[in-house]
């Protein structure tokens, strides 16, 4: 069993920034890419932020120069440095991990979510 555990959200002003978590553990072999989605209501999940396992990095262009994704490859654990933080990226922030487990397989796993409301 892998479980992946996401902190850090909450309400935050226009302007404001937020950092969120996510660590990884159980019976991992390695990880491969891991990433930030999030899930709007009414909208699709959306993938926000990506992150190989050789620190390769992609974003969402809608939040490209103010979010910046960053991983410890020896904890398994993830990280989302939100600034300038906008009403429009209220949303379910949900960790993903792409990894292959101790029985051999590989497997995406996904965090429970993590609520951001940007609000005045």
């Known amino acids: 069993q892998v479980q992946l555990v996401e902190s850090g959200g909450g309400l935050v002003q226009p302007g404001g920034s937020l950092r969120l978590s996510c660590a990884a553990s159980?019976?991992?072999?390695?990880?491969?890419?891991m990433g930030w989605y999030r899930q709007a209501p009414g909208k699709q999940r959306e993938l926000v932020a990506a992150?190989?396992?050789?620190?390769?990095?992609n974003y969402a262009d809608s939040v490209k120069g103010r979010f910046t994704i960053s991983r410890d490859n020896a904890n398994n654990t993830v990280w989302l440095q939100m600034n300038s933080l906008r009403p429009e990226d209220t949303a379910v922030y949900y960790c993903?991990?792409?990894?292959?487990?101790?029985?051999?397989?590989?497997?995406?796993?996904w965090g429970q979510g993590t609520q951001v409301t940007v609000s005045s």
């Open positions: 159980g019976s991992i072999f390695s990880i491969n890419a």
């Open positions: 993903s991990a792409d990894l292959l487990a101790k029985d051999g397989y590989q497997y995406d796993y």
């Open positions: 992150i190989s396992s050789g620190g390769s990095t």
